[in-house]
């Protein structure tokens, strides 16, 4: 079979068939896993004690687990050898380097502080969460929203390098350093490198890895054609089950904590609602002006406005401990992005034919591609 690889807008050409059934009720489906998480968090004794048994760093075994499986099939889907497309676009990772770094922690660090100025503990956890960039979920959401999977799997990986290097100085910056010059309390926070580090290795490192040798063996094995038409159509399903999965166990980890402290969950809600709406609304404005196509500014938004919550709990978790206020604000940070990018993902895809006429990589309404 022909392994030619395929032009920016081939690739990104949807091939259209109706949504599956667990696609069609993702919704649904969140929502529920969301429910049952708070409730086995709850009212099952001991659930805590078991998940969070054996750790790496400090996010739970079987959350790590939930999370590999999610993120192998769509890195399995990638083609790793258009990637070059995607490192020679200047706009693209220019723009996405300025949202990631500059942009989103500084909406965050404002948000905070509007929101948050009575209560430090939250506050702290919100900012921290907005310094740790996505590098996990927001594959999925780009997927689902047929954002390209290749600019998706570069801007991942190059905000898995900066997170190593700039993590902890931005960290300074946002925490102490700026809050000083504004006359603001500050925060002493030493970040542990290894949790950043182990957080890069494991939720992208190893699927990553994984991902590249199943499609590098697969297609020189059986093909292109098999590999995209018969392989991937039974693996893709799986990147789902994870995130469900995934969903039910982070909020059994924090169920009894979310559910006896509403009022302190609904303000922690208020500005992470307001930055996720916000920074995908500016990250894909923003890539439409500099002329990016549809699929390209959906990645952007996508990879903007999401964050790598799994660093951000373990950051609070290692530095201010389990029962911080600190963490509270990062297990909240899911509670709000998983929904509201869920909702984000169908805001795309509406409003696809509206902002980008004409485009080619703009799916067809209420259809979602079958790519492989």
């Known amino acids: 079979m022909s392994t030619t690889a395929t032009t920016p807008a081939q690739s990104a050409a ?92 500084a909406l965050m660090f404002v948000l905070a502080w509007v929101f948050l100025s009575d209560l430090p503990e939250y506050r702290t956890g919100l900012i921290i969460v907005g310094l740790a960039r996505c590098i996990a979920m927001v594959l999925i959401w780009n997927d689902l929203a047929c954002g390209d999977r290749e600019a998706a799997a570069v801007l991942v990986a190059i905000n898995s390098v900066f997170q190593v290097f700039a993590f902890g100085a931005l960290g300074w910056f946002y925490l102490q350093l700026l809050p000083s010059w504004l006359g603001l309390p500050t925060t002493s926070v030493d970040f542990s490198v290894w949790a950043i580090v182990a957080s890069v290795l494991v939720f992208l490192g190893i699927p990553l890895l994984a991902g590249f040798l199943t499609r590098v063996f697969g297609e020189k094995a059986k093909g292109r054609q098999w590999y995209e038409e018969k392989f991937l159509p039974k693996l893709g399903p799986w990147a789902l089950y994870g995130l469900l999965f995934t969903i039910v166990l982070l909020f059994a980890l924090q169920g009894e904590a979310i559910t006896s402290q509403p009022l302190d969950v609904a303000r922690i809600a208020v500005p992470l609602f307001i930055y996720f709406a916000l920074m995908f609304a500016i990250g894909l404005l923003a890539s439409k002006a500099s002329g990016l196509s549809y699929a390209k500014s959906t990645t952007v938004a996508f990879t903007a406005s999401g964050n790598n919550f799994e660093l951000a709990i373990a950051v609070a978790i290692g530095t201010f401990g389990v029962t911080s206020g600190q963490a509270l604000a990062g297990v909240v940070g899911p509670l709000i992005e998983v929904p509201v990018l869920v909702g984000l993902v169908y805001v795309a895809l509406r409003a696809g034919r509206r902002l980008f006429p004409n485009d080619p990589t703009v799916p067809a309404r209420r259809t979602q591609e079958a790519r492989p």
């Not at 001991?46 to 959350?63: K, Q």
């Open 14 to 105: 949807p091939v259209i068939k109706e949504m599956s059934f667990l696609d069609r009720w993702l919704p649904a489906w969140i929502v529920l896993a969301m429910a049952i998480g708070l409730m086995l968090g709850r009212f099952v004794p001991g659930l805590n004690t078991a998940l969070e048994a054996v750790t790496i760093g400090e996010v739970s075994l079987p959350i790590a687990m939930g999370l590999l499986v999610m993120m192998y099939p769509v890195l399995a889907k990638v083609r790793y050898d258009e990637t070059h497309r995607v490192t020679g676009d200047k706009r693209l990772l220019g723009l996405s380097l300025v949202l990631n770094w500059l942009v989103g922690p």
